[in-house]
């Protein structure tokens, strides 16, 4: 399987500063056909997860255009521009490259300072 | 808008079984392969199976290969999970997810409690 390494596993934010991600995959998750299958979901304490990017950097709808996503082969990076109060979550990469063994990295808690 | 409702989940000794249900609405069920993906408590997420449309494939991880079972009725739109020989590390927040058909899963059910303790 592909391992989906996060770091760092928790960030403290102040408000309005920016927050960033980084996601390494131990295989590059481009697909033969041609696209990469890495997404970033949103979990909020005590709901589910939330997609907020596919394909390395379409935002879903509804996603405040804050969050943005980048990266190639098997280094990847999710940054929110400016934290706000809403944004604290845990928030996790999946590689979609491997099916159907699509795995997770382990997290990353990010709280407000 | 797509809904996916889990239920079916509870308290089960080990060794036991139990089925979960996911009713989903809002959307073409039989367009969409479905997974299922678990997260122990205070834990990461995990895929756990899949299966394709028309149901005639289903792909499991190892570690429930042969001990749980997924299938639909595509005539109820309802997917199913039966797990057998349950253990103490099943115990999870178990999600019905929505493969969107790109490598990734653009809705989730708000996910049903399977306590496995004796």
């Known amino acids: 399987d592909i391992v989906m390494t996060q770091s760092p596993l928790s960030l403290s934010v102040t408000l309005g500063q920016p927050a960033s991600i980084s996601c390494r995959s131990s295989?590059?998750?481009?697909?033969?056909?041609?696209?990469?299958?890495l997404s970033w979901f949103q979990q909020r304490p005590g709901q589910s997860p939330r997609r907020l990017i596919y394909k390395v950097s379409n935002r879903d709808s509804g996603v405040p255009d804050r969050f943005s996503g980048s990266g190639s082969g098997t280094d990847f990076t999710l940054k929110i521009s400016r934290v706000e109060a809403e944004d604290v979550a845990v928030y996790y990469c999946m590689q979609g490259a491997d099916w159907p063994s699509w795995t997770f990295g382990q997290g990353t808690k990010v709280e407000i300072k | 808008e797509v809904q996916l409702v889990e239920s079916g989940g509870g308290l089960v000794q080990p060794g036991g079984s139990l089925r979960l249900s996911c009713a989903a609405s809002g959307f073409t069920f039989t367009d969409y392969t479905m997974h299922w993906v678990r997260q122990a408590p205070g834990k990461g997420l995990e895929y756990v199976s899949a299966i394709d449309p028309d149901g005639g494939n289903t792909y499991y991880a190892n570690f429930v290969k042969d001990r749980f079972t997924i299938s639909r009725d595509n005539s109820k739109n309802t997917l199913y999970l039966q797990m057998g020989s349950l253990r103490a590390d099943d115990m999870a927040v178990y999600y019905c997810?929505?493969?969107?058909?790109?490598?990734?899963?653009?809705?989730w059910g708000q996910g049903i409690l399977v306590t496995v303790s004796s």
């Open positions: 295989q590059s998750l481009v697909h033969s056909d041609g696209n990469t299958f």
């Open positions: 997810v929505r493969h969107d058909g790109w490598g990734s899963y653009d809705s």
